[in-house]
């Protein structure tokens, strides 16, 4: 029986795999044919087992029916992915550095370790390399003023040069470092 709910979940996942190269109206439209008869056929087929609840697969079926409309939610929206690891991967370091931020000096050397933390992260997810984008920001801001909205909008990732940015493929990362 898990083996026939875990088919259901590469089925999807599979799809998904499939409609990465599409852009996000693209994917929606393509999620409704593909994905949405899967989900439509996973959510009977649930509904149609009968299994003590406090078996591990009841329990299992139980909350991905709890879960159901949080799931769904993916087919609304072409730029949603169906699962949130990219979400765990990027607090992941939090998480395990949690334990150290207990042993901050001050709590504004844990507010400092934060705010790394988080400028590191949104690099990461904006494409840049993360050292050479705080490089450009630890440089540029001592020099503006920092009270001027216009100012500091230039430091966001969206607008970091393109020496911040990480080459699409290792050929040309390569060649990258070489004209740096």
Known sequence: MALHGKRYCDTLFNIEEQLTAYPEEKRYEKR????????DAFSAWLSAQKT????????????IQEQW????????????????NRAERSIKPFVIDRKNF??????????????????????????L???????????????????NPEQLEQLLPWNAPEMCKVPPNLSERSQYEKAK
């Open 32 to 39: 409704q044919g593909l994905a949405k008869p899967v989900l």
């Open 52 to 63: 003590a609840p406090k078996s591990a697969i009841g329990k299992a079926i139980y909350y």
């Open 69 to 84: 409309p949080w799931l769904i939610n993916y087919l609304l929206d072409g730029r949603l992915e169906i699962s949130n």
């Open 102 to 127: 207990l042993f901050a000096n001050t709590p504004k050397g844990a507010k400092g370790s934060a705010i790394m933390f988080s400028l590191i992260e949104t690099a990461k997810e904006n494409g």
């Open 129 to 147: 390399d993360p050292y050479r984008y705080l490089s450009y920001v630890f440089d540029a801001a001592p020099n503006m003023e920092l009270g």
